[in-house]
């Protein structure tokens, strides 16, 4: 699988080719919008700037990833593996967090979502663990947020 720039630009390519992998990597501008990216794996990526408009992210390893200043409106995020992920200065209007196809809530144990815009994002059933900061003036519960218990914040076993 490639990544392409606005202009149609190649900037990377899965490991291997064939795979949804893009771990430990920098795309930085990454047009990702309106892409089916379910259960793809961006696992300690810096991906600052790209645009996740309206993507398919449902189940996809974001974990130690960097998604500051993207733009992710209308992305579902739903099931995903969230872990220490930056959205600093992310759009994330109405972005959808919270209940998977089969029911189950994310949990976001750690995630940095400072300068973001949450504005009609939904969180319905998803937790959060004690290291997630939220905007200024953001209340988690209004949003469908609950503080994860001492078990969830234990992480998958």
């Known amino acids: 699988m490639e990544v ?13 080719p064939e795979s949804r992998r893009f771990d430990n990597m920098i795309i930085h501008g990454g047009d990702f919008a309106g892409l089916e990216l379910e259960g793809i794996s961006f696992d300690g990526s810096d991906l600052q700037f790209s645009d996740f408009t309206n993507a398919n992210l449902y189940g996809a390893n974001l974990s130690d990833t960097d998604l500051s200043y993207c733009v992710l ?18 759009d994330l209007r109405g972005a959808r967090f919270g209940l998977g196809e089969l029911g189950g809530g994310l949990c976001i144990y750690s995630a940095d979502f400072s ?21 200024t003036g953001f209340d988690p519960k ?16």
Do not use: Q, W
């Open 142 to 157: 209004v949003y469908g947020l609950t503080p994860m218990t001492p078990r969830d914040a234990a992480g998958p076993a």
């Open 73 to 90: 409106a209308g992305a579902d995020l739903r099931f995903s593996f969230m872990d220490n992920v930056k959205f600093c200065g992310a």
């Open 4 to 16: 392409r720039d606005k202009s149609g630009n190649v900037i990377a390519s899965s490991n291997p």
């Open 115 to 135: 300068g973001a815009n949450l504005e009609g994002a939904d969180f319905t059933g998803a937790t959060y663990g004690p290291e997630t900061v939220f905007p």
